[in-house]
């Protein structure tokens, strides 16, 4: 078990380590405040106070991930996989699956559901080189061609 003095200066490194202090500055920091510390010292401190920071980020991990699943839960959220965007996005893009559209009418805005226009099926198309990261020109990809001329 740590001494209460030990605590105290894990404490005092780990809150350094929040701030982004690196090792150098931790060292002056450490011995202006405990002059009768020794550089050994402060990297037992500074390892111990490393790794209950790790383990905290990990429970911090646990404890999010937990809490946005027992979100996604309540609200009944679906998230859908790479897949199955990819799925939906090719259907759009293949006229198979209706979209929602709105129209301003007489009676005020209208949402109702149509077959994918144009402008639909290119925006899906996209969609779908983005993921696969073909979306760039092709006037880019020419060879390079070398010309020699020598004259005899």
């Known amino acids: 078990m740590a001494k209460s003095n030990d605590t105290a200066q894990i404490e005092f490194v780990k809150g350094l380590l929040r701030n982004g202090v690196k090792r150098k500055e931790i ?28 383990s905290e980020i990990e429970q911090i991990k646990e404890n999010t991930t ?28 293949l006229g198979e699956i209706k979209v929602n559209k709105t129209a301003v009418t007489m009676e005020g805005i209208i949402e109702y559901e149509a077959a994918p226009d144009h402008t639909d099926r290119i925006n899906a198309i996209k969609e779908l080189n983005k993921i696969d990261g073909n ?14 001329v020598s004259r005899s």
């Open 135 to 148: 979306y760039a020109t092709d006037k880019n990809k020419t060879p390079a061609i070398k010309i020699v």
């Open 66 to 93: 937990r809490k946005v699943a027992k979100e996604v839960e309540e609200r009944g959220l679906v998230l859908l996989d790479s897949a199955q965007r990819q799925d939906i996005l090719s259907r759009i893009a």
């Open 27 to 54: 060292l002056a920091r450490f011995a202006k405040k405990w002059q009768n510390s020794s550089p050994r010292t402060v990297d037992r401190r500074l390892k111990q106070a490393e790794q209950e920071l790790q």
